[in-house]
């Protein structure tokens, strides 16, 4: 048996029907009568079963059904069945070990046996039989059991510092001087937010200056190379910079990968540079926009972008394929542009909610925002204004007193509700700057949300979790946790949809409502947001021969119009396990990832 071994081994019986089966549509319809054969035979509740093992059951059977169904297997283009059928008959297909894992794990949910109990999180203590034992001594045994589940969140928890820890502060100000030392700038610069946006690293020259101040792993160092000199978006803020310790390490991770990119992603933008737009638009603006500058997928909402750039380029940034180069001299659309969407909203009254997003508009100068604040403002439909900005993250210094008037000018309750929506995606990023810069906010009574993205650099366990702590620290409320868009330049950072469920469930689960506001979404291309935790709104429908589950994602709007599903091919569960292990992570901690769907 060879690599398969432990598949057969999780599931005899199909291995048996398989084998003895001389076509593919015969060892079909065998294996779907075994399996609805035990279905009904739990569910008439003629088999022993534990209630928490039936769930499993539940929702292996129904994925193992959608996979061998052959209109799945017509709509993904591949044929899971197929391959399981030849490597019983022939003893191998031609299929990855990602593959077999997924049907070794689905296998064993079928038969009862998951790899889930005991939970990783505790290991080792005992659960009373509270149902044994009623009013206080009942309470107390409940709270103390608690208070050992907290404890080993804890554990978890504090080995993600926020950037308020005194002692990473005081790392930080070390970086800060090296940085100023190299610039030959002052303290009064670094509280200038101007000085930061003219001293982006951007460049060659700002690529040798950042080799200067902290360590690049090699493959960094030639990655960045690569992109300065054939104009792939590249750029951090000084203050920025100050993030990142002197030698790259574990802690500092999440923020070197946020800016410095993976050589495959600088490759596949340089191969694809002439039609990038076709290439790397995966939300489809193209086909979502009625005008300039406007971007629609819902009845009752549309986003502005009024600049089409940041003082920081995300490596994962969505309108990669629009933007050249931080502040870019293209980034500010012409008034008239300007001027033309915001009218298109005053002549649309189904809009309420608009989203000035771009880029980041606060790169703009206080009074344009001005301008543009007072605009929507006379449009008497809007009763939502949000700002979408990650300043605060990359330079909180652009978050001023003067500017935070502004928002306020045009914050009136009970008529119009201003907001902020930012972009936070690890604690480390939070900073007594950061603080402040909330703080202003906060003051003038308008609310600060963040919408996280979920990629590789931050998706251990807990690590989530820390943020979220902080952010409510600091009067930050968690809106949107986003699974990576399936843009295939940034795959290297991409995480199973498995892992952003697991989290969901296994760890935001475990902290106080109001921590976990999130909703953990997928963008639908052209369509918007599906919610993840809602089996209505995906399936999963077929494997790939290289392990990669294929997923039927159903728009927002199905029952109410006729839209059809959008299918989306995931990065494989092994392989993602693979990757934490090298970071020196252990996948047993992980390894109820495979039973979610």
């Known amino acids: 048996m060879g690599k ?81 059928w030849k490597a019983a008959v022939e003893g191998d297909a031609a299929v990855s070990c990602d593959f077999i894992a997924e049907f070794v794990h689905l296998f064993k949910a079928l038969k009862m046996k998951a790899d889930v109990y005991p939970s990783r999180l505790m290991e080792g203590i005992d659960i009373p039989e509270f149902n044994k034992y009623e009013g206080r001594i009942a309470g107390k045994m409940r709270s103390d059991y608690l208070d050992l589940m907290a404890k080993r969140m804890d554990k ?9 820890d005194p002692q990473l502060a005081e790392v930080r100000q070390q970086n800060r001087n090296r940085i ?82 993976p050589l495959s992603y600088v490759r596949n933008m340089i191969a694809h540079r002439k039609d990038k737009m076709w290439a790397f638009d995966f939300m489809r603006e193209r086909d979502t926009s009625p005008i300039d500058l406007v971007t629609r ?46 009218q298109w909203f005053a002549e649309h009254e ?36 949000r700002i979408a900005t990650r300043t ?45 810069a909330i703080k202003k906010i906060k003051s003038c009574g308008i609310e600060v949300y963040n919408q996280q993205v979920f990629a590789f650099a931050n998706s251990r366990r807990f690590e989530t979790c820390a943020l979220r702590v902080v952010l409510k620290q600091i009067g930050v409320d968690p809106y949107y946790t986003f699974n990576m868009k399936g843009k295939t330049e940034i795959e290297d950072y991409a995480v199973p949809i498995a892992r952003i469920l697991q989290e969901r469930k296994e760890e935001a689960r475990l902290l106080p409502g109001l921590f976990r506001t999130d909703e953990p979404v997928f963008n639908v291309p052209g369509l918007g947001k599906d919610h993840l935790r809602a089996w209505q709104n995906h399936e999963p429908i077929a494997v790939t021969p290289d392990g990669r589950r294929v997923y039927s994602f159903l728009p927002w709007e199905k029952n109410i119009a006729k839209v059809k599903p959008y299918i989306y091919t995931d990065v494989p569960i092994q392989n993602y396990l693979h990757m934490l292990e090298e970071r020196g992570e252990d996948p047993e901690d992980y390894r109820s990832i495979w039973y979610y769907y």
């Not at 060659?204 to 030639?222: A, C, N, S, V």
């Not at 119009?416 to 950061?434: A, D, G, K």
Request: with cysteine; aromatic share 10%; net charge negative.
């Open 350 to 385: 189904e809009m309420m909610d608009i989203l000035v997003t771009g880029g980041d508009p606060l790169v703009m100068d206080d009074s344009l925002i001005d301008e543009i604040l007072a605009r929507l403002s006379e449009i008497p439909h809007l009763k939502s204004i």
């Open 4 to 84: 398969w071994k432990e598949c057969w081994d999780a599931a005899p019986e199909i291995y048996i029907l398989l084998k003895e089966s001389k076509t593919l549509e015969s060892a079909r319809t065998k294996v779907a009568r075994y399996i609805d054969a035990r279905e009904w035979t739990y569910s008439c509740n003629l088999g022993e079963v534990e209630p928490w093992d039936y769930v499993l059951f539940k929702e292996a059977t129904r994925t193992f059904k959608n996979i061998i169904a052959p209109r799945n297997e017509k709509i993904s283009g591949t044929s899971a069945l197929e391959n399981l």
């Open 156 to 164: 978890y928890l504090l080995r993600y510092a926020s950037g308020l």
């Open 297 to 342: 997928r819902y009845p009752r909402v549309a986003i502005i972008k009024p600049y089409e750039s940041c003082p920081q380029i995300c490596v994962y940034c969505q309108r990669n394929w629009e933007i050249t180069s931080p502040l870019m001299a293209s980034a500010l659309a012409p008034r008239d542009k300007i001027e033309a969407a915001i």
């Open 392 to 436: 605060p993250a990359t330079v909180p210094q652009r978050i001023t007193s003067e500017l935070c008037e502004i928002f306020a000018n045009y914050h009136d309750l009970g008529k119009r509700n201003i907001s902020v929506v930012t972009h936070f995606i690890h604690p480390t990023e939070v900073t007594s700057e950061t603080v402040d």
């Open 180 to 261: 100023l030392e190299a610039l030959n700038a002052t303290e009064d610069d670094w509280k200038d937010w101007r000085w930061h946006f003219r001293h982006v690293f951007k460049d060659l020259d700002g690529l040798q200056t950042i080799k200067k101040i902290i360590t690049l792993e090699p493959h960094h160092e030639e990655s960045l190379r690569l992109a300065v000199e054939n104009h792939v978006p590249f750029g951090v803020t000084p203050y920025y910079l100050h993030l990142m310790d002197k030698d790259p390490g574990s802690r500092d991770y999440a923020v070197r990968s946020q800016v410095f990119p």
